[in-house]
């Protein structure tokens, strides 16, 4: 079973866990860590092109840069900065803040490729299924009527009604266009209802088109992570960073490596449990 | 959809919903939970929404076909908010509330925040959001009778509306930057906030104006052949 097929309940717990301990603690050895795996896992797993890494990227060297150049507090300077001191601890704290935000940032794109539209109506159907039909109703059609806008634009210009031409032209076209889309998509609208009463809407509890089952690996899953999550979490009670007015942080007590230990196999269980799917899939091939 | 059978909860459903359970839920989101679990309070809200929905009518029929035109005119507020600087939201609010009543009105903002706030950004803002929104709808759906007979008076309401929006969303901004309220602050902020206000209440007279004859005459049509 690779990660991605898991209960989406299992992965929404995975990635609250994961989030918060990345966007709570500012312990700088846990957030190197987490930055490291995050793409590592993004590289993996391909859910961020060229683009997203320059972005990430950008976000990193200005979220590091910002803090010494407007914090100067701490006791170690550096250098002095038009006129103004850069203190190491500032320093730290920007690259701390720096990872954080670029590795929450990874997570956060992981998350809306694993957890697609129909797995979150899903999740969102037990919190309230009157709710989640709306939402996703809605969802629709802001993608439908995007749709019907360009039908109906191809049509008016086929037709050689529509001109870019000038500004009162444009304006003038599309707003016939949309009046159009309007009148098209309302009366659509009530053959909609009708046909969502005729069929029993709201005679009987909603069920949903994809079935997900609670499997045993789910809950072996969702015990390892909270385990995880709260060794972690001991962790970082434990050996807590202090920046100002010195940086200090008690990296090397038995509890704060447990912890570092724990976030690091929470960090790729996801992968590990790609890879041992990937392995087994050769050992079956290999075998036949 | 669920219609509410008893007139005595549906009276109290109606005024206890917008004025009290939504603003002590966005109070709650912005003091105590200190704007951590603002998508909890959001989902919540737009609950609430849902159910002060469905104080508006009394056969289930009614409710399905409001909601499914609720559902496209908020789809169109979304949609309309990828237009650069200009944001008809608040015109396509009050048409709403006008012609589908001031429940309706509700729904509809506080949901055209929610859903393009999933394009726009999430964050400790959208409670705040969807309230200012949801009671433009609510408002303009109480004055409608009055709206509907003066339309320069629906356009004005549009500019009323940017205004108060505004107010409504430095006080958030205040909330946000100082942890607690202050005149002073507030004060500048609303003063800082002086272009987007203007902002604001141009594009809704604008749209207004641009919407409320079409618009109008289709959601007229519809629910005088349907009885929406």
């Known amino acids: ?288 | 959809m669920i219609a509410i059978k008893s007139p005595r909860l549906r009276t109290f459903l109606r005024y206890a919903i917008p004025f009290v359970l939504i603003p002590a839920a966005v109070a709650l989101s912005a003091l105590i939970f200190d704007g951590q679990r603002y998508l909890i309070i959001s989902l919540g809200i737009a609950v609430l929404a849902l159910l002060l929905f469905m104080t508006g009518f009394e056969h289930r029929n009614i409710g399905s076909r409001r909601m499914v035109i609720t559902a496209i005119m908020t789809a169109l507020a979304v949609f309309g908010r990828f237009i650069p600087l200009f944001k008809p939201i608040t015109a396509i609010c009050v048409m709403t509330a006008v012609y589908l009543g001031a429940e309706a009105g509700f729904l509809c903002g506080a949901l055209s925040v929610l859903i393009s706030n999933i394009y726009f950004g999430q964050g400790p803002w959208t409670p705040f959001q969807m309230l200012g929104f949801g009671l433009i709808g609510l408002f303009a759906g109480y004055l409608s009778k009055v709206l509907l007979r003066h339309k320069w008076l629906m356009i004005l309401y549009g500019a009323l509306a940017g205004i108060a929006y505004s107010f409504i969303m430095d006080i958030w901004t205040v909330l946000w930057y100082a942890g607690g309220f202050d005149w002073k602050l507030y004060l500048s902020a609303t003063v800082s906030a002086i272009p987007f206000t203007a902002l604001y209440a141009v594009s809704n007279v604008i749209f207004l104006l641009l919407l409320q004859k079409p618009v109008g005459n289709k959601l007229r049509r519809i629910k005088i052949k349907y009885g929406v």
Not at chain 1, 42 to 63: E, G, I, P, Q
Not at chain 1, 66 to 86: A, C, D, E, R
Not at chain 1, 99 to 113: C, E, F, G, V, W
Not at chain 1, 125 to 132: E, H, I, T, V
Request: include cysteine; hydrophobic fraction near 50%.
């Open chain 1, 1 to 288: 079973m690779r990660f991605t097929q898991l209960n989406p309940f299992a992965v929404t717990v995975y990635y609250v866990c994961i989030l918060a301990v990345t966007m709570f603690s500012m312990n700088p050895f846990l957030l190197c860590i987490a930055l490291v795996t995050s793409v590592l896992s993004a590289v993996l797993t391909h859910t961020a092109n060229r683009k997203n890494h320059l972005f990430s990227l950008a976000v990193f060297v200005v979220a590091a840069a910002l803090n010494p150049i407007f914090v100067h507090k701490g006791l170690t300077v550096l250098f002095y900065f038009n006129g103004n001191p850069v203190t190491l601890e500032a320093t730290l704290y920007g690259l701390s803040a720096a990872m954080m935000l670029t590795s929450a940032l990874y997570r956060l794109r992981d998350l809306s490729k694993a957890l697609t539209s129909d797995k979150v109506l899903y999740l969102f159907g037990r919190f309230s299924p009157k709710l989640a039909l709306l939402l996703s109703m809605t969802l629709r059609f802001v993608s439908l009527l995007r749709v019907r806008w360009r039908r109906i634009q191809d049509s008016q210009k086929a037709l050689g009604l529509y001109d870019d031409g000038n500004l009162i032209d444009a304006v003038r076209g599309r707003a016939r266009v949309l009046s159009i889309l309007i009148t098209w998509t309302l009366e659509n609208g009530i053959v909609t209802a009708e046909s969502m009463e005729s069929r029993g809407y709201n005679s009987g509890r909603r069920t949903s088109y994809a079935v997900y089952r609670v499997h045993a690996a789910d809950v072996l899953f969702i015990l390892v992570c909270l385990s995880l999550t709260a060794l972690t979490a001991a962790g970082i009670w434990q050996s807590k960073a202090v920046y100002y007015p010195e940086f200090d942080m008690r990296l090397f007590s038995p509890w704060g490596l447990a912890g570092a230990a724990a976030f690091t196999l929470l960090s790729v269980l996801p992968l590990i449990i790609n890879i041992k799917e990937a392995i087994r899939w050769r050992l079956l091939l290999s075998k036949t």
